[in-house]
T-cell receptor
């Protein structure tokens, strides 16, 4: 157990729907990062939050949004889902805003859009 | 921009064989370098890291040396085991781009008995 908790582990939904993925960082970590892992695109950085504030955005679609709450858990909202959004979504956390010592990853949420 | 390039897989080795997975990087400034491992059905786990040139990271028999002159961070292990079968990711943390991490595409390793 890495200490980073992601729920749900699996999610199957239809095109056009909206889903919310949840991440609880490791205790004491202030930074949360979201990544999308697909077979054809590898690991793509989506967004980084530090202590409730957005710090960096990567290849995140406008249909996707995220936030980090005062208790430091984070949610990734995916809307108007398309078949191509099917992927593994990973959350990672780190103690500092810069991830100097690396990230700790959760076990991911596997999203299947049908 | 900053990026990481790692050797394409898949790689298949016999148990006790020597492993090398090549990783090269492009970065401005002084990045930190990492290797992560992903076992089937799991998230990525930090395997080892090096934060400055000539540093050697090591863990579980794996090692990698940060070579600034060749911009490389190749992963090596002298004798692989079946339990080493996983996907290995090379990553770079760039201090010049908001401390962003850049991951390679991953190299799948299968070790056969």
């Amino acid at each position: 157990d890495s200490g980073v908790t992601q729920t749900p582990k699996h999610l199957i939904t239809a095109t056009g729907q909206r889903v919310t993925l949840r991440c609880s960082p490791r205790s004491g970590d202030l930074s949360v990062y979201w990544y999308q892992q697909s077979l054809d695109q590898g690991l793509q950085f989506l967004i980084h939050y530090y202590n409730g504030e957005e710090r960096a955005k990567g290849n995140i679609l406008e249909r996707f949004s995220a936030q980090q709450f005062p208790d430091l858990h984070s949610e990734l909202n995916l809307s108007s889902l398309e078949l191509g959004d099917s992927a593994l979504y990973f959350c990672a956390s780190s103690a500092s805003g810069g991830g100097l010592y690396g990230y700790t990853f959760g076990s991911g949420t596997r999203l299947t859009v049908v | 921009g900053d990026s990481v390039t790692q050797m394409e897989g898949p790689v298949t080795l016999s148990e006790e064989a020597f492993l090398t997975i090549n990783c090269t990087y492009t970065a401005t400034g002084y990045p930190s370098l990492f290797w992560y491992v992903q076992y089937p059905g799991e998230g990525l786990q930090l395997l080892l890291k090096a934060t400055k040139a000539d540093d050697k990271g090591s863990n579980k028999g794996f090692e990698a040396t940060y070579r600034k002159e060749t911009t490389s961070f190749h992963l090596e292990k002298g004798s692989v085991q079946v339990s080493d079968s996983a996907v290995y990711f090379c990553a770079l943390r760039s201090g010049n781009t908001g401390n962003q991490f850049y991951f390679g595409t991953g190299t799948s390793l299968t070790v056969i008995p």
